[in-house]
């Protein structure tokens, strides 16, 4: 089958995004779209495979996003962004109430965090600490503390005077396995507090180590919060390799992050589900001035 879709990207997060409303495909035949699609090894590459979906009498739209092994996630922040934009530019809106997997969110355009930087919030939550858990935190196979968050999807955080990677891809690749201690996985999250901004690098459930996670990120400020680190209420920079994200979190555990949603080219490619593969992209349109204004940032913040 053949599918138009545009690459973009979320603070690095990167995805092929497809507009799915017209789509009759099975779970299967996503699963099977998202490993061809979001390999890193093949024509399109990125962290996960994203969905516009219809929408239904409460939300204007809907997102489904699939990590780059075909499982399907509860959502992903960064990639909603790219997902809300997408949906503002085909109804002709500026906000909107989106149905996720397991959960809503609301989503509007901002004003732009930098010169030719698109830019979207996000308000999720409230977020829980239920993150499927069969025992006490303590029986992880570190001695750090960690805060565990569902926004809705799990997360482990931890604070850090300093991120050792391969500390954290050990703990996300025990997690990753399905223990008994957390059989659904979990994202696990190192965040270095610097001054009033956090550092986040995340190994994600599904992808291992990314240079970006926007639930991630989401739940990184709200543990910051709840342990005292920053101010409920405060608007926080989450920086990651990716680049950054603007966060505050509130005390009933509502969460608003506001980001780039950067659409970097239009194209087509034909893909076979069955097999999980697809041919070469054909490249409709570049978007070089979003790339350009992107770029620019992270100069920046070099």
């Known amino acids: 089958m053949q599918l138009a879709f545009i690459k973009c990207h979320g603070s690095g997060n990167d995805f092929p995004l497809i507009d799915a409303r017209g789509l009759a495909l099975s779970d299967g035949e996503w699963a099977g779209v998202a490993r061809a699609l979001a ?16 929408g239904d009498e409460s939300h ?8 780059s092994d075909g499982s399907e996630a509860e959502t992903c922040l960064n990639g909603l962004r790219c997902v809300a934009r997408l949906g503002f530019e085909l109804l002709g809106t500026d906000a909107a109430r989106v149905k996720l997997k397991t959960s809503s969110a609301e989503v509007a355009r901002e004003a732009e965090l930098a010169p030719g930087v698109v830019t979207v919030r996000t308000v ?29 999807n799990p997360h482990l955080v931890t604070f850090v005077d300093a991120i050792d990677e391969a500390e954290l891809v050990a703990l996300g690749t025990w997690c990753e396995g399905g223990p008994a201690l957390i059989p659904g996985r979990a994202n696990v999250s190192f965040v270095e507090l610097r001054g009033s901004d956090l550092f986040v690098r995340t190994f994600e459930r599904g992808v291992g180590l990314t240079d ?3 639930s991630a990120m989401a739940a990184s400020v709200l543990a910051a919060a709840l342990s005292g680190r920053i101010v409920f209420g405060a608007e926080t920079i989450v920086f990651n390799k990716g680049g950054m994200v603007r966060g505050t979190a509130s005390r009933d555990g509502i969460v608003t992050i506001s980001g780039n949603a950067t659409f970097l080219y ?14 070469s992209p054909l490249v409709h349109a570049r978007r070089e001035d979003e790339v350009a204004a992107w770029s620019a940032v992270l100069v920046g913040l070099a």
């Open 212 to 214: 970006s996670c926007g």
């Open 60 to 67: 204007a739209f809907g997102m489904r996003m699939w990590n």
């Open 39 to 54: 390999d890193r090894d093949g024509p399109v590459g990125g962290d996960g495979l994203l969905a516009l979906t219809a």
């Open 124 to 152: 999720v939550g409230p977020a829980g600490h239920d993150i499927g858990l069969t025992g006490p935190l303590s029986d992880l196979p570190s001695d750090r503390a960690f805060v565990a968050v569902a926004m809705p």
């Open 266 to 279: 239009d194209a087509a490619i034909e893909v076979d589900p069955a097999s999980g593969t697809a041919g």
